[in-house]
């Protein structure tokens, strides 16, 4: 939606270019997730090092001397840091933001020990894995992700990854609660499920941009007390979207169509747009049954 949104704003017609463009912009996604990751063993290197100069100080006091390294202990963390496969695609993707901007990772430090969730996890001597791994999906869900300093970090770094924040989030949470204490490294989620689905993204691009004026006449007669010309830009690319679904994706279910571009305009569209495209999905597909050319394959079709 918003690689078509862009081609209209700069009115391009080069195809190639925005798919690039738009392969580009899901690619880095991963990179967001392999730098999100990376915060949390840069995070426990950080504090590695800390407690080492501390205990060397010329006037330590006695718990300087002899720090407690539970967290740096950490089972999960060190299952984290000990993934080479994780490790070997960070350094692939070249993601050594945090190499260059330890003040974030500083920031993020002084916020952990803050929290309560960090204190109640210290005062106690020792800990299973499970209750490792736990403690550090609260304390991403509840400390780093909604993070200020990272999230401004994030926006100035890549515009685009504002978008991707909440998805990459969930997925790794899901991540480390799901880790078993059986395994050997923490395994990558891929970018993405199988080559359909790589070619689903390809292909949705590609029929929506090359059938906009087919596909924009299946609602202009659906918006009688509309001005089409005042209908907004991103509305008719959801629209457009919704119905190249309709059309020519048989194997997806209309009601997964309708469902998924009511949420993307509930996120970026106006406040009433999802009733509005909701309406108009609503009226098409009636028509669209009557007329029989509303086909779909597979089960779960409407």
Not at 147 to 169: G, I, M
């Amino acid at each position: 939606m918003q690689t078509i949104y862009a081609m209209h704003q700069h009115q391009s017609d080069n195809l190639e270019k925005e798919e690039k463009f738009l392969f580009g912009s899901i690619e880095s996604m991963q990179d967001l997730y392999l730098l999100m990751l990376s915060a949390l063993i840069e995070i426990q290197s950080k504090e590695e090092e800390y407690l080492e100069l501390v205990s060397k100080k010329h006037l330590a006091t006695k718990e300087e001397r002899n720090p407690s390294s539970k967290f740096t202990q950490n089972k999960f963390l060190h299952l984290l840091k000990n993934s080479e496969s994780l490790l070997d695609k960070i350094d692939a993707r070249k993601v050594n933001n945090w190499k260059q901007n330890d003040d974030v990772i500083l920031f993020l430090i002084d916020a952990i020990k803050e929290s309560q969730l960090y204190v109640d996890y210290m005062s106690k001597s020792d800990s299973t894995f499970d209750e490792d791994k736990y403690f550090i999906a609260n304390l991403y869900t509840e400390v780093i992700a909604p993070n200020d300093k990272l999230y401004e970090y994030l926006e100035d770094y890549k515009l685009t990854w504002l978008d991707d924040v909440p998805l990459v989030n969930t997925m790794i949470l899901k991540q480390i609660k799901q880790v078993k204490e059986t395994q050997e490294e923490f395994k990558i989620t891929k970018l993405y499920k199988d080559e359909d689905d790589k070619e689903y993204a390809k292909n949705l691009f590609r029929k929506t941009v090359l059938n906009e004026v087919e596909l924009s006449k299946q609602y202009i007669d659906k918006t009688p007390n509309w001005d089409t010309d005042r209908i907004a830009e991103i509305d008719t690319i959801i629209l457009k979207m919704a119905i190249c679904e309709f059309l020519k994706f048989p194997s997806i279910p209309v009601k997964v169509t309708i469902n998924e571009y009511l949420e993307v305009a509930k996120e970026y569209s106006t406040p009433k747009s999802s009733i509005f495209i909701n309406g108009i999905l609503d009226n098409l597909v009636k028509d669209l049954k009557t007329e029989d050319k509303l086909v779909k394959t597979g089960r779960g079709l409407l």
